[in-house]
């Protein structure tokens, strides 16, 4: 790390909530973080994931990369963040807290969805269980959305199996709507939307004039861009809910029924999002399309500083602004057989710098700054969570050290304080 930045990181100091027993052979990552009702109290959960958590003590998941491969943890602090205590561990993985009405829930998968419950403010919690059955889902930590009584949020389904690889091409996005009232560890409790994937959403030969696909990954095969770096078919995964309530939107639903997905984008390259929305009907029904410009063309993709890497998006009520945590890419134009040894995956994989932006409309986004950086390219500081407390912005991170297996398999779990995040505002 330098000892002098031209940037000074916002919030560069953190607290370790987790850190793997074992960095070669436990990997920490989902980190979700949550206030819970009342506020005061923060819940965090992460996730154990690799060939040693067979060995650990706990529930463990018996779905997913290997009976036993998976567990998740949930950690409170009363004092914002300064430490932290385990309450719990849970059978399943990509898990993310949210309060609905007095109750805190954690929602994840163990190839179903998985939900477990806390009345007592995250201290004990419910036993797991599941609201599908024999379905492969996925979805990292992402935004929890309230609107009239209800929380909505996404989690999505792999729906074909063709891809002999990452499989973000087959990945339906799907909003879950709850109301705030009800037991949601029921499925009875839950509105799923329709399903749209992007191979139906976009065939590959509709995609010029923008560089997406930036490698020749053609549905259904992978492309090896330089030895072992391979790229996938585009597509999208890990989605954001936004709601556009400014009536000089041009997307605003004055109805208060549209809500869109906001989506990294898989494509080989950077600075897109994938964008998609989902429009509540007369019956409750939810359906799924994709958005349009005011000229009637298909709105995919939309401008994402760091939306080729997972990013969480967060409306604050009390400036009506969004904000985005993602990863920076500093060069995505480096050559894949010219990345250094230390690189992980593909040139637009960096995983190490987290910044922060801010945006009136989700398109037009400023930049606030550097909140950290990792010492090395193998110690990331990505796939981020934020809640908003008072005047600040906390920051749950799934970062590594010099004992990190790579920088996607990381080994610590790092919590961040931007402090008075509203006078970074230009």
Known sequence: MPDHWNVRPLAQEFVEVCRSPDAKRIFTGSPG?????GGGRLVATCGL???????????????????????????????RGRSWTHRADFPFLHARPFAAGRRLYVLGHAGDLTIIASDDLGETWTPPERLTDGQWWHQAPCNVHHAAGRVYLVMERRTANRVKGWPVAEMAPVLMRGRCDADLTRRASWTFASELTFRDAAADADLDFHGIPFFPAAYPDCFEAAAGRACAPVGWLESNVVQFTDPRHVWHDPAGRTFHL????????VGHAAVAKVVEGDDGSMTTTLERA???????????????????VLHDAETGLYW?????????????????????????NQRRRLQLHFSTNCIDWCFAGLVAAGESEGASRHYAAMVIDGDDLHVLARSGDRDAASAHDGNIITFHTVRGFRALVY
């Open 294 to 312: 005011p000229s009637g063309r298909r709105m995919l993709f939309v401008p994402c500083p760091g939306g080729q890497m997972k990013f969480h």
């Open 33 to 37: 973080l949550a206030v819970a009702p």
């Open 49 to 79: 994931r690799g060939p040693g958590v067979a060995d650990l003590p706990g529930p463990k998941a018996t779905r997913g990369e290997g009976p036993g491969r998976w567990q998740g943890k949930v950690l409170t602090s009363d004092d």
């Open 324 to 348: 985005l945590l993602s990863t920076q890419a500093t060069d995505s134009m480096t050559r894949p057989d010219r990345l250094p040894p230390d690189r992980y995956n593909l040139p637009n």
């Open 262 to 269: 906001w989506m990294r984008a898989h494509t080989g390259g």
